[in-house]
Structures are given as structure tokens and as C-alpha cells.
């Protein structure tokens, strides 16, 4: 009853055990049992998924073998543009015609992987703010308990992996929003280093602090999508010319000697105690496997986080601006009184937040290097999801406060799976390594998911009903 | 001290105004209340010894179109 990985019906695939077109089925069929209940889908493409499917399938019996993502079942955050339809952002202000666009570069190499793409996945408003229940969209819910949130942005790819709707996904992250619902949804997301992976085609939100990442059960993954979506393109000029690395061959790579914990005492004190246990539980598996690991205080930590949003809201402004002045009540709530802090930020704020992070960047890699670490472990969030009433406010405030330093930075954070919390929501294990070092990172988040077995449990609304089954 | 540090409201007002923006009373009394955080968070930033650094992002002078190295 556990739903395909990549990995794993790539395998069947090529074993004759199964072909695109039944995977694709099965995640539709999955999609028509729990799509309403988990608000997962803002469009699905349920015909032109099936035709690629079949197209699939016939290029394999052909002879024409496109890779790991050959076949396999896709699902997009309704912010990346795609050849199928409006990109909507969930928004009542977003305009239609920004989608026609078409694909993106980064959809394009999906698609030429030969990838399936089920449709556009739910998020939060411009991929910011809260679930808003006073708009007429769906209100993703988490599988793992459906009165319960499941943190945002990336909220129904993040869902719909979980619930075996389609086998991996898209993302966006400019402040956690593909590591916080990967850890709140109990699956594994990458945000790789700022520059990796153009963006264009993505509708920005904080447009130095973007990024599209990869969204899956597993970690390896998560490395065959990478492996796809890496590379420069013109289209984007923060994205950066680098050497091909195939993510997947470099997963086997030997464990680190030493790595550091990330102790600065914001950590511990924006985390509840069950989800320190659980990240000591991770940290000790580590050590077992014979990893020497270290305390760091990393330099500026608070300084990065802050940054993130002060930039973020600004960025985020810059781009909103004229839609604000003519359409401020077709906005969100949450997402107009988040972006119009930007507002509040002076020209000079903004150029001191761009200096701090620079020097922060660096001060950082010096901690590193004094060290002799190029990995670094936290939990991805404080606190497990939250539900829609009755929220604890510190578990609210302070639960998304793990992620954001590492936008500032543009470093690599990974989340997976690290077990459960007293309540039996998922936990979350963020991996963070040096800028560039995203096979590093993987590395560990892959040999960790093979000294443990969180990965592959199985969220209740998908176990009870019958899902997609291997 | 200016007025506007006087009445957070009113600096609120005026900064959003400035921006062509009309919002509501509910969503002014919102903002307000978040001023004061933010700009405790922009303190944390003047507070750190940035020296000559120059801001992350940084312009680059080549042509549209190319691709970063």
C-alpha cells in the first residue's frame, strides 16, 4: 500500500511490471479519491497526462529510454508556468495571460526527461500568507490529519506525493515553502543553492530569494529530478553556469567525517520538545553510522532569517505594486498584509539587508572551514503542522523560523523524514551543506534514509483507502 | 522624533498612501501593529558591522541574455 517512488517504478517499468499509462491511472484514481478531501489540485490534465503516458511507453518499447523521470507521473505548484493552461498563482488577481508563457525551462527539461504532468498543484496565495478560507479555492489539508495545515507554499505537491496523487513534484522555496510542507506532509524536498536552477517561468515572490525544487518520498528522488532541472539557462541571469553532475551517481558517495549541528539557542528555543527529541534521534542515528558530530553557532543565523523576510516583503512589493494600488481587496487578506510590509521598508533597509547578507554568507563558510564541516543538521520546523483553529500562536509564530536563513544564504537545505511527534505528525530532519555541495547534501539525506524507515510510512488517509499499491 | 514615529498609524497610513495604495482601517490598525517588529528587525540588521560591504545584489554590467559565470 505504499505509493511508487521514482526509483522504484522507473524499476518495474523497465521490468515490464508496469507501464506509464497504469501509473498514470493509479495516480489519477488516486487524485478522484482524495483530491476533494485534501484540496490538492487547482487544475488536473488528467488527457494530456494519459497521452504522455502512452507516449511514453511507446518510445520505451522503442527502443528510446529518456531517463528516471521516463514516464513518471509530475505534479506542478500553480506558480510555474506550463504549455496546459492559466497559471492562476491561487489568486483572483493574478492575470490568465501571464501563463502563455508556456513552459519554462525547467519544465521543458522535465518534460524532454520524459516526465507526465497531472496537473497544477494548490499553494498559498502568490505563494505566501495562509490558507484562506474566504477565497474560492481549495484549502489543501494535511494527509496525516486533515484538520491540520500542511504548511505552505508548495502545499498540494507536497500533499499529493503523500497521498500517491502523482509519484514527485514541483515546488518553490524563497523562505522553506518546499522544506516546510515536505516536513509537515512527511516527504522529502530539496532547496538547492540559489543559482542552480532557473526560475523563469516561476511568478517571483522574492526574486533574489526564489527557488524551484524538487518535491518526492525520497531522496533519491528528489537527485533524479535535480539532476533534470540543474543547469543555467539565458531566460534567467541568477541562475549559474556549472558542470553537469548526474546527483543520482553521486548519492553512494562516503559519509562525511564530521558534521555540525546548528546550535545557536534560537533553535531550540522556536521547537517544541517533542520535535527536539526526534531531531537528538536523527542526530544519534547519524553517529551510529560513525559521523563525529560537532556543535556550530552559526554566525548571523537570526540576522539571515531576518533578512529573508525583510527582502522577501520587499522584493515581493516591488513586484505587487501596481496590482496593489488597483485591486487591494481582491487580494488575501494574509497575502496583501504580508507583502505590503514592504511598504514599511525604507530603500536604505533594504540595501543593509543585502550587506548582511553577503558578509553573513561569508562569516558562515569561514565558521565551516574553522570547523572542518561541510554539512550542518536542524529540524526543518519547530513544531508539526498546525491545525486551522485553535493553533497554539507560539507553535504558529515560531514553527516556520528553521528555514529561512538558508534562502538569505543561498546554500543547499534538504528535508526528510525523521519520525513523528506525540500527536503522530510527521517531523522533519533539514540538511544544510556549503553552496554548490547539493550532492553532499543529498548524499547524507539518502544514507540517513537508508539507516531509517520514516520515508516510508504511509500517511492514514492513503493507507485506509487503498492507494496507489507496488 | 517626527510625528509619524508619534503615531504608528499615521506612518503607516502616509508610507502606504505614498505607494498609491487605499486600505482599509482594519488593514492600517494590521500593519501597524507589525511596524514595530519590523523595524526592531531592521535594528538587528544596522546592528551587524558591515563595514564596505557591498549589498549582495550586485548589478552586472553584460548583456541580457547572458549567462552568469
Known amino acids: 500500500m505504499t505509493p511508487w517512488t521514482i526509483e522504484r517504478a522507473g524499476r518495474a517499468i523497465r ?5 506509464s499509462e497504469r501509473l498514470t491511472e493509479e495516480c489519477l484514481a488516486a487524485s478522484d479519491r482524495f483530491d476533494d478531501a485534501l484540496g490538492t489540485y487547482l487544475a488536473r490534465f488528467d488527457e494530456s497526462a494519459l497521452a504522455a503516458a502512452r507516449q511514453a511507453d511507446a518510445e520505451l518499447a522503442a527502443g528510446n529510454d529518456r531517463g528516471p523521470l521516463h514516464g513518471i507521473p509530475l505534479g506542478i505548484k500553480d506558480i510555474i508556468a506550463t504549455d496546459e493552461g492559466p497559471t492562476t498563482a491561487q489568486s483572483l488577481v493574478q492575470d490568465p495571460a501571464w501563463g502563455d508563457q508556456g513552459d519554462g525551462p ?14 497544477k498543484t494548490t499553494t498559498m496565495e502568490y505563494a505566501i500568507g495562509r490558507p484562506d478560507f474566504d477565497k474560492p479555492f481549495p484549502i489543501p489539508r494535511n494527509p496525516w490529519n486533515t484538520e491540520r495545515w500542511t504548511g505552505g507554499s508548495s502545499s498540494g ?5 503523500a497521498s500517491g496523487q502523482f509519484v514527485g513534484g514541483l515546488g518553490t522555496d524563497t523562505g522553506g515553502s518546499v522544506r516546510l510542507p515536505a516536513a509537515y506532509c512527511g516527504i522529502t524536498g530539496h532547496k538547492q543553492t540559489f543559482g542552480l536552477v532557473p526560475k523563469s517561468g516561476c511568478i517571483p515572490l522574492g526574486l533574489s530569494y526564489d527557488h524551484i525544487g524538487p518535491m518526492a518520498r525520497t531522496v533519491w528522488d528528489c537527485a533524479a529530478m535535480l539532476t533534470v532541472m540543474a543547469g543555467a539557462d539565458a531566460s534567467d541571469r541568477t541562475s549559474v ?44 542515528a547519524i553517529e551510529r553510522a560513525g559521523v563525529e558530530v560537532v556543535l556550530l553557532e552559526v554566525p ?65 563558510i569561514a565558521a565551516m572551514d574553522e570547523l572542518g564541516v561541510d554539512l550542518l543538521l536542524s529540524p526543518t520546523t519547530g513544531y508539526p503542522a498546525t491545525p486551522f483553529t485553535g493553533a497554539d500562536p507560539r507553535a504558529v509564530a515560531m514553527s516556520a523560523l528553521h528555514t529561512p536563513a538558508w534562502n538569505a544564504a543561498g546554500f543547499p537545505a534538504l528535508s526528510v523524514p525523521m519520525g513523528f511527534d506525540v500527536d503522530g505528525l510527521p517531523c522533519g530532519l533539514q540538511i544544510i551543506g556549503r553552496p554548490f555541495a547539493d550532492d ?31 | 522624533m517626527s510625528d509619524h514615529d508619534a503615531d504608528p498609524l499615521a506612518e503607516v497610513r502616509m508610507l502606504l498612501t505614498g505607494a498609491g ?28 558591522d558591515t563595514g564596505d560591504a557591498v549589498p549582495a545584489a550586485v548589478f552586472r554590467a553584460e548583456l541580457d541574455g547572458e549567462v552568469g559565470r
Not at chain 1, 505537491?157 to 506525493?161: M, S, W
Not at chain 1, 547524507?444 to 500517511?459: E, I, K, S
Open chain 1, 106 to 119: 525547467v519544465i521543458s527539461r522535465l518534460r524532454a526527461a520524459g516526465a507526465v504532468l497531472t496537473g
Open chain 1, 241 to 284: 553556469d556549472r558542470p553537469h553532475v548526474d546527483y543520482v551517481a553521486r548519492l553512494d558517495q562516503d559519509l562525511p567525517a564530521r558534521i555540525a549541528v546548528v546550535a545557536n539557542p534560537s533553535v531550540a528555543a522556536s521547537a517544541s520538545d517533542s520535535m527536539m527529541a526526534a531531531f537528538d534521534d536523527a542526530v544519534a
Open chain 2, 21 to 48: 495604495i487605499t486600505a482599509p482601517d482594519g488593514d492600517l490598525a494590521s500593519l501597524q501593529r507589525v511596524l514595530g517588529t519590523a523595524r526592531r528587525r531592521m535594528e538587528r540588521m544596522y546592528a551587524v
Open chain 1, 300 to 364: 548571523h543565523y537570526d540576522e539571515l532569517a531576518n533578512g529573508t523576510f525583510l527582502a522577501l516583503q520587499a522584493e515581493a512589493f516591488a513586484w505587487h505594486r501596481r496590482q496593489l494600488q488597483e485591486r487591494w481587496l481582491d487580494y488575501g487578506r494574509p497575502t496583501r498584509l504580508t507583502i505590503a510590509q514592504g511598504a514599511l521598508i525604507s530603500g536604505g533597509d533594504l540595501i543593509q539587508v543585502e550587506r548582511v547578507r553577503d558578509i553573513a554568507r561569508r562569516a558562515v
Open chain 1, 157 to 161: 505537491t507536497a500533499n499529493g506525493v
Open chain 1, 440 to 470: 553532499q547534501v543529498l548524499s547524507l539525506g539518502h544514507r540517513y534514509q537508508q539507516l531509517t524507515n520514516w520515508h516510508d510510512a504511509v500517511a492514514p488517509i492513503h493507507a485506509s483507502s487503498g492507494g496507489t499499491q507496488e
Open chain 1, 15 to 19: 521490468a515490464g511490471e508496469l507501464t
